[in-house]
T-cell receptor
Framework: AQSVSQHNHHVILSEAASLELGCNYS??????LFWYVQYPGQHLQLLLK??????LVKGIKGFEAEFIKSKFSFNLRKPSVQWSDTAEYFC???????????FGTGTQLKVEL | NAGVTQTPKFQVLKTGQSMTLQCAQD?????MYWYRQDPGMGLRLIYY???????DKGEVPNGYNVSRLNKREFSLRLESAAPSQTSVYFC???????????FGQGTRLTVV
């Protein structure tokens, strides 16, 4: 069965610092990978997704993620975070175009002024 | 352009009471899902419906039942609520073509 690991549970950064959130998945076949963001009190929204092709994926609000197949990883990055990026970030995996999305446990990001 | 609509947004139940969480989507998606979100545990799949007329158990189905009433609606029922079911519940529908999930606003349920 597919699973997703997010090792950073809480991250605190100052504005303008660079961000990298780790995501590893366990599945040997074809995967579709996602990052979702949940702002305080809101529902989850899609940040970016990878299906195939260029392993460096760019999403909304300056976020990007790199799929490294050999490492089973899909880390999220942003060169310079803003206070408004304070949110919880979830990595998710779908295998082979099936019906299920499996989520990681989430990373709570707090950006301080 | 409503997307996924969940009701209610908040609910407090006493142990043993029952209730149904409603979810409707207007995007013509075949697949719909119910997740619960608990601190430090991410989103865990309770039940899902790949298409109208079908339902399947997810990771944490115990204590819940679902009904896929039609293509638009997918309800989640707690027959006898327990404090362990205190959580935030999210309904989602998924575009199989884009494999993108669209979430409702969530239901914050407290069982006392």
């Amino acid at each position: 069965a597919q699973s997703v690991s997010q090792h950073n549970h809480h991250v605190i950064l100052s504005e303008a610092a660079s961000l990298e959130l780790g995501c590893n998945y366990s599945y040997g076949g074809t995967v579709n990978l996602f990052w979702y963001v949940q702002y305080p009190g809101q529902h989850l929204q899609l940040l970016l997704k990878y299906f195939s092709g260029d392993p460096l994926v760019k999403g909304i609000k300056g976020f990007e993620a790199e799929f490294i197949k050999s490492k089973f990883s899909f880390n999220l990055r942003k060169p310079s975070v803003q206070w408004s990026d304070t949110a919880e970030y979830f990595c998710a995996v779908n295998t082979g175009g099936g019906n299920k999305l499996t989520f990681g446990t989430g990373t709570q990001l707090k950006v301080e002024l | 352009n409503a997307g996924v609509t969940q009701t209610p947004k908040f609910q407090v139940l006493k142990t043993g009471q029952s209730m149904t969480l409603q979810c409707a989507q207007d995007m013509n998606h075949n697949s719909m899902y119910w997740y619960r979100q608990d601190p430090g545990m991410g989103l865990r799949l309770i039940y899902y419906s790949a298409s109208e007329g079908t339902t399947d158990k997810g990771e944490v189905p115990n204590g819940y039942n679902v009904s896929r009433l039609n293509k638009r609606e997918f309800s989640l029922r707690l027959e006898s609520a327990a404090p362990s079911q205190t959580s935030v519940y999210f309904c989602a529908s998924i575009s199989i073509l884009r494999i993108e999930a669209f979430f409702g606003q969530g239901t914050r349920l407290t069982v006392v």
